[in-house]
């Protein structure tokens, strides 16, 4: 996947700190083409959405934990707070998610004042809903297009640790779902990429 379109937009903006949003569905790639933009841009930060996810201790009792990664699991509070901050030029320290462990680490993460752009990616930060949709505005959106059966494959991947029936349930009861939301939910992006 090509980043010159990203970076043709990025090139015509101007401002002491750009935000751009980077959303797809869960396994479309969301990661790793974050990871390669800022690489690229080298004046760049990378914000993961996931360290935002609520900890179990506080899904688990709300009958929430099967649905972890669904909007309502996450603190959107404390990512607008963050994005506030970023926004203002400040430098800000941020929570990041150790998928190893299943839990989000306080202060793992941090973005100096002198950083021009920060790239925050997530499923989310686009959808056209309370809360979420006043989490901008964005210098730059970009979505991630990856057919159904591409996500399928890769989500099998992510979760092959799994016995079949607790990968399934993932994938059918969670993944999927949060990825027809994201596709159907979600505001339009300013550059669209396809797989």
Known sequence: MTLDPILDRL??????RLLVALVGPPASGKSTLAEALVAQLGD??????????????????????P?????HTFDIGGLSRVLDGLRAG???????FDRSREI??????????AIRTVVVEGNWL??????????????????LDVPDEVLRARLAD??????PAEA???????????AARVRDGSRPADVVLGV
Not at 90 to 96: A, L, Q, T
Not at 126 to 142: A, F
Not at 158 to 163: D, V
């Open 126 to 143: 686009l959808l056209d809903e309370p809360g979420w949709r006043d989490l901008g505005p964005w210098d730059l959106t970009v979505r």
């Open 90 to 96: 400040e430098d800000v320290y941020h929570p990041i």
């Open 11 to 16: 090139a015509d903006l101007g401002g002491d």
């Open 168 to 178: 399934a349930a993932k994938i059918d009861g969670n993944d999927l779902p949060n």
């Open 44 to 65: 760049a930060a990378l914000l993961p959405m996931d360290g935002f996810h609520l900890d179990d201790r506080i899904l688990t009792p709300r009958g929430d934990r």
């Open 67 to 71: 649905r972890k990664g669904a909007p």
């Open 104 to 113: 989000a680490i306080a202060g793992a993460g941090h973005i100096p004042a």
């Open 158 to 163: 992510r979760w092959a640790n799994l016995a």
